[in-house]
């Protein structure tokens, strides 16, 4: 009996800072990191905004630490590119980017207001756009080795990378600017998915090969 | 003698009113509109905020007077799509369209936080994204007439059109995301202007025919 709520009292505060992120992540999603205050997040949770300062001092702590979660999803799927042979595994790993970016679609939603008032986020995403752009390099020239693809030139292949990431990047961003009541809603993930995915995979189906038996 | 100081008069509120927006404009676009009060356009003009209030009784006004003036310029441009024959021709017409971006690129840089407080934008932008996607698929319609371009499946047309009108919408949000600091400043814009036009036209480069004598 004496040690059970040792238990509890050593585990609370790893619990309360993961769903103080979790709560955060969602409401950022929900109505925008700029829309959503610290104090709203406490709110939400049934906690006092000074146990929420306890664990992330500043909303840019919770945002950072929400990046550092990002980006490791982001680099996971990444390592996949190199496993892709064919349009439909092409599709696949699209889906699965488009899936990331989803999950923390606020960064996106508010990118630039988020970039000015957060210079450490700059850099890291910086980085993530420079290994967005080689995983899809390198997924167009293997797409080509199978023959797949036609011979993309080495200049195109750049552009052609660089639209992939933008389009990717701001799929969310321009549903928004559609339909800014429910783009980023919870109930349109599978269908936002899906689009962004198709176009981006748009990007790719010009240059595949004609049909042909199993040259 | 007694009519010379009429003139100024009655012309001083029109150039008033007009010298407002162009600073809005020049603001909005330097510092993003979230960034730029009505005091800092008031001050920067030297003149107080009531007489500012005078002509533009909130910022809102001041924002769809701006896109009263975006939509005009940017229709005038789309109007020239059905004149477009040949890969030159789309070269231009794309430039154009990104040139107009550039000339109101505060509308792009925070989309997502201008909508949530502007529902009148909301359908605006609408209509314009329309007319964008309207005119990019005749577009890529004629360059098939013509030969220039490969017969694209018409579902594929339309998904190549949207990905022209978001390539073209945030190529200059993309910038920022890469270079916060200088992306969206005047000396970046023939620079800008010339990348976001090519990475456009990289999506027609694709479904050209191949070269051939004069067929």
Known sequence: MSNAPAVPRQKAPRRTAERILETSLALFNRYGEPNASTNMIAAELNISPGNLYYHYPAKEALVNTLVDRFEHAMQQVLAQATGVRHLDGAGSFLGLLMAQIWDYRFLYRDLSDLLTRNRQ?????????????????????????????????????????????????????YEYARHPRSALEPQNQDAAITRGTAQALALLLPWQTAARPDA
Chains 1, 2 share one sequence.
Do not use: H, I, K
């Open 121 to 173: 986020l700059e850099q890291r995403l910086d980085r993530l756009f420079d290994l967005q752009q080689q995983a899809l390099e390198q997924l167009v020239q293997q797409l080509q080795q199978t023959g797949t693809l036609r011979p993309v030139p080495a200049e195109q292949r750049t552009t052609l990378a660089t639209n992939l990431v933008l389009l990717l990047s701001y799929w969310l961003s």
